[in-house]
């Protein structure tokens, strides 16, 4: 759910995210061990785009600049970490996987300038993307490239050759799981507030749905408040005179932290405020007066330090062995998203095409996202034609100035967002 100074920022690395990853690794290199040569040989295949005989191009659109960049902050180090995984056990079918990076400054022009860049000039045989716009999606869909990424457009949900990496997207449809947790907290009227994004505006819409399947009852619903940091005073004003107790905000997550603080430096009384995409412990010190007691979550993904998971240390080990941050909200959607384009790739044959990895992908039922997902997903035709969307989400709470996780995730119930109408449990 996102998304430049480093104040209110979920930086990792100082500058890193101005330019493609220049801080001494890439996609090959972020692992504890050296690359070894491929043991697969390669075969000889019929042209295809990105596709060598030695290599497979995949471009990687997300915003490394602009108001948005703190909610997509480690995609990039976590898509490159999976990479230089593979690419350590000779790549996919004998071929090394290429990563080039593209700033799309969560701006639909500059997007769409990339999009066409990474197709027509750098010839990628698809696209890794976590962004808050889409105006690259036509052009995707238009030859068939395969996409994977952060599950917050409606393409996630439409368009057959788009994986979202958590699942689905799907408006149609909402989830009672935050509003369940909310409950948990002690909320009892809930104010709603998201910018205006496609993502945001259908989290904040479904919510609505949800709240009084869970015997809550909606305080206010402010859809319209800027990407990045604000002045959240008019927000934190509104939200008391509506009699809330309890908030989510669908925004940044310097945006998240401005109404918190707003809220607080207003003497809001709350008894839950909940923040999407937010995860990383070094974001408490930014408000920890203001956070102590917040509810966050990453964008899907299971959190750090839950035991009994393989895939999840693989990952936090395989961060923390090339120096980076493990618990930024984006690095663990990289992670995932770079998997799930993987088994593609493996499913698409010893000569991959952009069909043969979305007919393929798009039968299978279980991704697990390297063990990251709270539970599997499925791409398969189901709830949309496209696969169903997530029911889990495994939250943390802030206390004593540190995120301590829920023992398990929450799983709500799905419900069409139009009629409240309970479609799965």
């Keep these: ?12 690395l100082a500058g890193g995210l101005a330019a493609t990853l220049a801080v001494g ?53 976590g898509a490159k970490l999976r990479v230089a995984q593979q690419n350590a056990k000779g790549g996919v079918s004998g071929r090394k996987l290429n990563i080039t990076v593209y700033d799309d400054k969560a701006d639909g022009s500059t997007q769409s300038s990339v999009a066409n860049k990474a197709l027509q000039q750098d010839n990628q045989f698809g696209i890794l993307e976590a962004s808050t716009v889409d105006t690259m999606m036509p052009l995707f869909k238009s030859q068939n490239v395969p996409v994977v990424g952060l ?13 979202g990496a958590t699942g689905a997207f799907a408006p149609a449809y909402s989830n009672t799981g935050i509003a369940a947790r909310l409950k948990a907290a002690g909320a009892t009227k809930v104010a709603v507030v998201n910018h205006n994004s496609p993502g945001a505006q259908s989290g904040g819409a479904g919510l609505v749905t949800a709240l009084p399947l869970e015997g809550l009852s909606l305080g206010i619903r402010i859809a319209d408040a800027p ?28 945006g998240g932290i401005a109404v918190a603080n707003a809220l607080k430096q207003q003497g809001v009384p709350m008894k839950a405020v909940m923040l999407a995409g937010f995860s990383d412990p070094k974001v408490i010190a930014q408000a920890p007066a ?42 663990p959607i990289g992670f995932v998203s770079a998997d799930t384009f993987i088994k593609g790739l493996t499913l698409a044959g010893k000569c991959p095409t952009r069909a043969g990895f979305v007919d393929n992908l798009r039968k299978q039922t279980k991704i697990t996202g390297a063990g990251l997902l709270p539970e599997p ?19 943390l709470v ?24 309970v479609i799965s449990q």
């Design 398 to 421: 802030v206390k004593g100035g540190k995120f301590v996780p829920d023992a398990k995730a929450t799983c709500g119930k799905l419900v069409e967002t139009s009629t409240g109408k």
């Design 151 to 163: 599950t917050n457009l409606p393409a996630h949900g439409l368009d057959r050759n788009v994986f």
């Design 1 to 12: 759910m996102t998304h430049s100074s480093r104040r209110g920022r979920n930086v990792v």
């Design 25 to 77: 690794f890439s996609a090959t290199t972020v692992s504890a061990a050296p690359t070894p040569a491929p043991t697969t040989a390669p075969v000889a295949c019929a042209p295809a785009p990105g596709v060598t005989n030695s290599s497979i191009n995949i471009g990687l659109i997300t915003p490394l600049t602009g108001p948005a960049v703190s909610s997509f902050t480690g995609f990039v180090e």
């Design 227 to 254: 990407i990045g940091t604000f002045d959240a005073t008019s927000v934190a004003l509104r939200i008391r005179n509506s009699g809330s107790d309890g908030e989510y905000s669908i925004l940044t997550s310097d």
């Design 290 to 331: 203001a956070l102590e007691g917040a509810i966050g979550s990453t964008f899907g993904t299971v959190p750090s330090g839950i035991p009994g998971r393989p895939g999840l240390r693989t990952f936090v080990n395989g961060m923390k062995a090339a120096g980076l941050n493990p618990d930024t909200v984006s690095g």
């Design 377 to 395: 997903i499925s791409y398969a035709a189901g709830v949309t034609p496209n696969g169903d969307p997530a029911r889990c989400t495994w939250y």
